[in-house]
């Protein structure tokens, strides 16, 4: 059973710094893309940063660029989210995904799996 599961989620403050993971369990993410999404309350997913299966090519989110660093071990079949001088407007739950289909980076079309997602909330 393929699972991806997010870690790192918590509360911090304004202007501080937080590092998510996703690790995955019964698959590997060494030959797919992978991305974290968030969802604040009551709005609709969006694209937050994405990583190619090799590593050499990232996108971001015009609103998080200069502040978050998407990354990948592919020893450790883990991907990670850098997160700095974090806003409270970042506050959501951040979802991982990974996946090969044909589409742009930046939509959830390329990815087949995702995790359950880890809450980040700032505070001011």
């Known amino acids: 059973q393929v699972q991806l599961v997010e870690s790192g989620g918590g509360l911090v403050r304004a202007g501080g710094s937080l590092t998510i993971s996703c690790a995955a369990a019964?698959?590997?993410?060494?030959?797919?893309?992978a991305a974290w999404f968030r969802q604040a309350p009551g709005k609709d997913r969006e694209f937050v940063a994405a990583?190619?299966?090799?590593?050499?090519?990232?996108e971001y989110a015009d609103s998080v660029k200069g502040r978050f660093t998407v990354s990948r071990n592919t020893a450790r079949d883990t991907v990670y989210l850098q997160m700095n001088n974090l806003k409270s407007e970042d506050t959501a739950v951040y979802f991982c995904?990974?996946?090969?289909?044909?589409?742009?980076?930046?939509?959830?079309?390329?990815?087949?799996?995702w995790g359950q997602g880890t809450q980040v909330t700032v505070s001011e």
């Open positions: 995904a990974a996946g090969s289909r044909p589409g742009y980076l930046t939509s959830e079309r390329p990815y087949i799996y």
């Open positions: 019964g698959y590997t993410f060494v030959n797919d893309n």
């Open positions: 990583i190619d299966w090799y590593g050499g090519h990232r």
